[in-house]
């Protein structure tokens, strides 16, 4: 069955950094785009950044252009997510996602906690 499993979440003062990884479980990890989507507390979700199969293309929301990268090990079946110059406005819940061939999100991971505060 598919899984994705995420971590490197925590408390991190403002302007510091993170990696978060996505270990993939269960499916082709090479042949699917994947994503990272984030949840701050009481609001809706958020796309941060996506990248294609191959790890050559990535695209980011305006909210973390220049901040954060997305990218992949196709060896070793994970996402990352690295975070820089973080904010307190990055603090979320994130997940990575699976992309389906028809452009949803098919699984989802359960989530990792970044809090940003001083």
């Known amino acids: 069955q598919v899984q994705l499993v995420e971590s490197g979440g925590g408390l991190v003062q403002p302007g510091g950094s993170l990696r978060l990884s996505c270990a993939a479980s269960?499916?082709?990890?090479?042949?699917?785009?994947m994503t990272w989507i984030r949840q701050a507390p009481g609001k809706g979700l958020e796309w941060v950044s996506n990248?294609?199969?191959?790890?050559?293309?990535?695209f980011h929301a305006d909210s973390v252009k220049g901040r954060f990268t997305i990218s992949r090990d196709n060896a070793k079946n994970t996402l990352y997510l690295q975070m820089t110059s973080l904010k307190p406005e990055d603090t979320a819940v994130y997940y990575c996602?699976?992309?389906?061939?028809?452009?949803?999100?098919?699984?989802w991971g359960q989530g990792t906690q970044v809090t940003v505060s001083s």
């Open positions: 990248i294609n199969s191959g790890g050559g293309s990535t």
């Open positions: 996602a699976k992309i389906s061939d028809g452009g949803g999100y098919d699984y």
């Open positions: 269960g499916f082709t990890f090479s042949s699917y785009a």
